[in-house]
């Protein structure tokens, strides 16, 4: 076996879903595959002397799951008082306007279309409920709309699918920008710098103990990956499929459409710098996915 603390991250062993730090608690939803790794992390989050609550990502349109995650707020005596969205792949928000009805909730996110109420999510917010304290971090990359959750008092980031507890996540293009996405790690690698965050609590997988060690590898992991996608062109592979054939020649087919997102979104970043002839014509293959992992 591999010593977790040895992976990227130090990924926490054990149960995914429970207490993880004193104020966040996870409720795993049951939509586990390739592409969504354990499933979803729905988070409840609360200062631990406070009776109310906010919910992090719904999760998927699952009456039981949605319903676990209020009888889990209840069991530890406490009233959702508040959902916010990290984007809106609907592995993570799909469930929001029916657990926003089940709980009497808003439900705040940066897509206006995602929102239930006035309210949206901006750069340098603060969502103050109940005592507890949670700082908007803009992180766009992976989609358009992703955020993520600086939780001060518990030195630690919520992260959506920017971080995954396990793996590498996709910029999933058009959408999703790498330019933005490098700049979003950088961002994030700030907070463990200057603001002592070391806890990441990601959309998907395990907590990691070691926040910067994950974006250290996250950033050494798409340098290497735009390399190999920079080398492949040169020697003569013309669109995003071939590209995706060579390059992720070891990793599982059926995760292949999901690479050839972030294929596309690498050859748009080599054209814009000027590292590769301008490729737009070529990039074929299918679109509107989302909700990738691991790649």
């Known amino acids: 076996m591999t010593d977790a603390a ?7 062993g054990g149960v995914l879903s429970g207490a993880a730090t004193p104020r966040a608690v996870n409720v795993l939803a049951p939509n586990a595959s390739a592409m969504t790794l354990d499933g979803t992390n729905t988070w409840i989050v609360s200062e631990p002397d406070s009776d109310l609550a906010v919910v992090i990502d719904p999760g998927p349109l699952d009456d039981g799951h949605l319903r676990a995650v209020v009888g889990a707020a209840e069991q530890a005596g406490k009233r959702v008082a508040l959902t916010l969205l990290t984007h809106g792949h609907p592995d993570h928000a799909e469930g929001a306007a029916r657990f926003a009805g089940l709980t009497g909730t808003k439900v ?3 897509d206006p279309a995602l929102r239930l109420g006035d309210e949206g999510l901006g750069a340098g917010d603060v969502i103050a409920v109940g005592g507890l304290e949670l700082r908007v971090v803009p992180t766009p990359g992976h989609t358009a709309d992703s955020l993520c959750f600086h939780l001060p008092a518990d030195r630690a980031v919520l992260t959506g699918d920017t971080i995954l507890g396990r793996g590498t996540t996709v910029v999933a293009h ?15 690698r ?11 609590l990601p959309g998907h997988g ?9 974006v250290e590898f996250y950033l050494a992991h798409r340098a290497h990956r735009l390399a190999q996608v920079e080398t492949a062109v040169e020697d003569g592979y013309r669109t995003s ?10 990793v599982d087919r059926s995760l292949w459409p999901a690479a050839e997102l972030s294929v596309r979104a690498q050859l748009e970043y080599l054209t814009e ?4 002839q301008d490729m737009s014509g070529e990039l074929g293959g299918p679109g509107g996915l989302g909700g990738f992992r691991g790649l």
């Open 190 to 200: 700030s907070l463990t710098v200057d603001d002592g965050v070391h806890t990441v």
């Open 108 to 110: 705040r996110a940066l």
């Open 174 to 188: 058009p959408d999703g920008r790498l330019g933005d996405y490098l700049d979003s790690l950088r961002r994030l």
């Open 206 to 214: 395990p907590v990691l103990e070691d926040a910067q060690g994950v």
């Open 6 to 12: 040895a992976l990227p991250g130090q990924p926490r």
């Open 273 to 276: 710098h000027g590292l590769i």
């Open 241 to 250: 499929a071939e590209v995706v054939a060579h390059v992720y020649a070891d």
